[in-house]
Nanobody
């Protein structure tokens, strides 16, 4: 049984930083591309970024480029999302997900999801 559990969310001021973690169980993490999504209140869930299996290639949506960094530690079965220079519009529920293809960006290209962790950026 594959499970993804996010943690690390919270309340942070504008310009602050947070690091989210996603622990994966029931699956060999090194075999999969992993991604992060977010969903703000009243909006559709959107793709934040992804990381390849070895961790040496990442891809981000334009709205987080230069501010967010995805990394992974396959030995710890954990994927990270480092978020810097946070803005109020970054407020959302953040999800990690396991991809079922290499160049995944769409929701249907991810087959397992965590329950999400809330990030709130106060102005």
């Amino acid at each position: 049984q594959v499970q993804l559990v996010e943690s690390g969310g919270g309340l942070v001021e504008v310009g602050g930083s947070l690091r989210l973690s996603c622990v994966v169980s029931g699956s060999t993490l090194s075999m999969y591309v992993m991604g992060w999504f977010r969903q703000a209140p009243g909006k559709e869930r959107e793709f934040v970024g992804r990381i390849n299996r070895s961790g040496d290639t990442t891809y981000y949506s334009d709205f987080v480029k230069g501010r967010f960094t995805i990394s992974r530690d396959n030995a710890k079965n954990t994927v990270y999302l480092q978020m810097n220079s946070l803005k109020p519009e970054d407020t959302a529920l953040y999800y990690c997900a396991r991809a079922n293809r290499y160049l995944a960006t769409r929701e249907y290209e991810f087959d397992y999801w965590g329950q999400g962790t809330q990030v709130t950026v106060s102005s």
